[in-house]
């Protein structure tokens, strides 16, 4: 007989990717009384999940499991990324804020994480309580019930905020990176990069695509 499996924190992101939107990062703690439950209503990696799917999920994973949801703003996504860099960085940012604000409420000594970039990043990013723990970090790490819940959790946000900046600037704003370039024209020609900046991601190559140099 197997073990049975450890109490834990699960992060992942969603955004990164996508030219309009947020960058929403997910905290999510498993342990042995929400991992059936989990298993229960079919919590799995949210790249296989319609975003319905998504949103039903997410509200299950909050009613049942300790969490913490980080918002990055597109603004404030492109300010942070210019300070930073690099965006390995502002994710380990990102992840250790999720983590840490957790721990303040749900202790737990694993944390499991998708792996981005160096595994140093994330273990410099963490403060005084996340320094404390067990951080595993793995490719593919959505196959761990904790990870894949914090990616609904990430994804639902995700397609909220996104509705949220379509409906404020009366445009709609795709996913993805790919089929963004009529929608990021549009945005442009209403209120040029200054609008851009507050749905996009600048530093995509999207943005010299539309407004040039």
Same mark, same amino acid.
């Given at each position: ?44 990696? #949210?790249?296989?999940? #319609? ?32 300070? @930073? ?22 202790? #737990? ?17 963490? @403060? ?9 970090? @793995? ?11 914090? #990616? ?62």
């Amino acid at each position: 007989m197997s073990p049975p499996p450890r109490a834990r924190i699960g992060t992942d992101e969603s955004g990164k990717g996508d030219y309009f939107g947020y960058l929403v990062v997910a905290a999510v703690f498993v342990d042995q009384g929400t991992e059936a439950p989990l298993g229960a209503i079919r919590v799995r990696d #949210s790249k296989r999940v #319609s975003d319905r799917s998504a949103a039903r999920l997410a509200a299950e994973i909050r009613r049942l499991c300790p969490h913490e949801v980080i918002r990055i703003s597109p603004a404030k996504y492109n300010e942070l990324h210019s300070k @930073m860099g690099n965006l390995n960085h502002l994710l380990a940012w990102a992840h250790a804020r999720a983590i840490e604000n957790l721990l303040e409420r749900q202790p #737990s000594r694993l944390v499991v994480s998708d792996q981005f970039g160096d595994e140093a990043y994330l273990r410099s990013a963490l @403060m005084a309580k996340g320094k404390q723990v067990e951080l595993v970090q @793995m490719p593919r790490a959505e196959a761990d019930v904790a990870v894949a819940a914090a #990616s609904i959790l990430a994804r639902a946000a995700f397609l909220e905020t996104l509705q949220r900046l379509s409906d404020e600037i009366g445009i709609p704003l795709p996913k993805g990176a790919t089929h963004v370039i009529e929608a990021a024209k549009a945005v442009a020609a209403k209120g040029g990069r200054d609008l851009l900046g507050r749905v996009a991601k600048l530093h995509f190559k999207t943005t010299r695509q539309v407004l040039g140099g």
